[in-house]
């Protein structure tokens, strides 16, 4: 299959972390509209919370987040002000004791946040919401930040998940990439993570970096491995320079060709199989008994802009500078521009910039693009009965599977269309086929592998 996977690796796909995905949220999306929505939210349906902290105290040259460097400690108490006030505006808006089933804090490094700030986040959380007992509190960590005075903070705000962005361990890489990072720095994270009872760790590792080679990132994953992760996420590296300006910093010609991007990815995977963590989805493995695994084992596997989740939660709220939520009606995202967050948070008014509401057509296709995202198949038959959809409107996307279907990278019988075990790496290209928005021309997306 690697010919196959070779002729499709440079065309340009969405993720799907969303659909639409973000370059078609409207400007002219109404901020009274979001209200009507959170106005709507049933009181005892539990949501999940995302948490953007957009700052850093250096720039990785791979970095695609929004986000921005200080060193300083007023920006960072500031932004927890304008947090708490966030909060206490959704809250307004919501139903009183909202139960929450998740929380997600991304960046960025939200971390970077002083232990005391970040406990008064947590406690604002607290004080507006209800949380589930059996809640899942996650947050992205860099490990150069992960102190013991950290992990015992982290212990106190309840945080039971941490993913820990390692990226790749061969000095060389970290170099051109400006993440300098030893093993023993990663090792004394997990630790002291660990200590305080944290004992859900993701570690995220990358392909498709400057001098990577197959030595050497087969080697990255046996130090991954001997830190005893529940979870790995494997991303592939989105060179999108005319994006992240930093990421010229990252010297072009030792990029990895799609080929070698392709070996790359199935080096690593086979030395993940071969430590016994199961592939789910498009780019994470896990532990056979891994509630990921579980989920995807038993087709209740979602995703989300954190990428594949077992939040099953419908609505998903984001806070903070240009966090993006989602609710059945639509997606919305705050202000990517920070003061104009700003001044909308200060003015007590919800910060949101852009947005699009779902139509029926949208929430098909939604669905059955989630469905090839996480279960490799779809009944698109039934996705059209279930919205009430023109089933030969979704029928016209087969003319775009045929060039898939004869590579052997999807399968149709009837209605159902299903990618292949040979063709999963290509899952991207086999729902961008149902994307109504793609051949818009709006944005500008990484390649499919």
Same mark, same amino acid.
């Not at 200590?195 to 859900?200: D, L, N, R, S, T």
């Not at 209740?300 to 077992?310: D, K, L, S």
């Not at 989602?326 to 200060?346: C, H, I, T």
């Given at each position: ?14 993720? /799907?972390?969303? /659909? ?120 992205? *960590? ?184 989602? *609710? ?122």
């Amino acid at each position: 299959m690697t010919n196959v996977t070779l002729k499709y690796a440079s065309r340009s796909v969405p993720r /799907y972390t969303s /659909y639409p995905t973000a370059p078609h949220f409207s400007s002219e999306f109404s901020r009274d509209r979001y209200e009507d929505w959170l106005r709507d939210v049933d009181a005892k349906t539990p949501i999940s919370l995302y948490l953007h902290v957009p700052f850093c105290d250096s720039m990785c040259h791979y970095c695609g987040c929004y986000t921005k460097v200080t060193r300083q400690e007023k920006p960072l108490r500031d932004y927890t002000a304008l947090l708490v006030r966030e909060i206490a505006i959704l809250a307004e808006k919501l139903p009183k004791g909202q139960p929450v089933s998740h929380i997600h804090w991304g960046g960025g490094t939200p971390s970077i946040l002083p232990h005391d700030c970040f406990l008064d986040v947590v406690e604002a959380l607290r004080t507006h919401f209800c949380f589930n007992e059996d809640i899942e509190h996650a947050i992205e *960590l860099d490990p150069r930040t992960v102190t013991p005075a950290l992990a015992e903070t982290l212990g106190k705000a309840g945080i039971n998940r941490a993913s820990l962005g390692v990226q790749d361990f061969d000095l060389k890489v970290q170099e051109a990439v400006g993440r300098v990072q030893p093993y023993e720095v990663v090792k004394a994270s997990v630790e002291a993570l660990r200590a305080v009872g944290i004992k859900e760790i993701n570690l995220d590792l990358m392909y498709g970096l400057p001098f990577q080679s197959l030595e050497t990132i087969r080697n990255t994953v046996d130090m991954t491995i001997s830190l005893d992760p529940s979870r790995l996420a494997l991303f592939g590296y989105a060179h999108v320079p005319w994006m992240k300006k930093h990421q010229r910093l990252i010297p072009e010609d030792k990029l990895p060709g799609a080929a070698e991007r392709i070996a790359l990815f199935e080096e690593a995977g086979r030395a993940l199989g071969e430590h016994g963590y199961e592939q789910i989805g498009l780019d994470h493995f896990a532990k056979h008994d891994d509630p990921l695994a579980v989920a995807a084992r038993e087709g209740q596997m979602r995703r989300n802009f954190q990428g594949y989740t077992t939040d099953e939660a419908d609505i998903l709220i984001g806070i903070g500078a240009s966090s993006i939520g989602k *609710l059945p009606q639509g997606y919305v995202q705050n202000s990517p521009d920070f003061a104009g967050w700003e001044r909308s948070v200060v003015a007590g008014e919800l910060p949101i910039a852009r947005g699009i509401e779902l139509d029926k057509d949208d929430k098909a296709r939604a669905t059955i693009i989630m469905s090839l995202m996480t279960a490799y198949e779809v009944d698109v038959a039934a996705v059209a009965k279930a919205f009430d959809v023109s089933l030969e409107a979704l029928r016209t996307c087969y003319a775009q599977l045929q060039e898939l279907e004869a590579d052997g990278v999807a399968e149709r019988e009837g209605d159902v269309v299903r990618v292949t075990q040979s063709g999963r790496e290509l899952v991207r290209l086999v729902a961008a086929a149902f994307d109504a928005y793609l051949q818009a021309g709006k944005g500008r997306h990484s390649v499919a592998v």
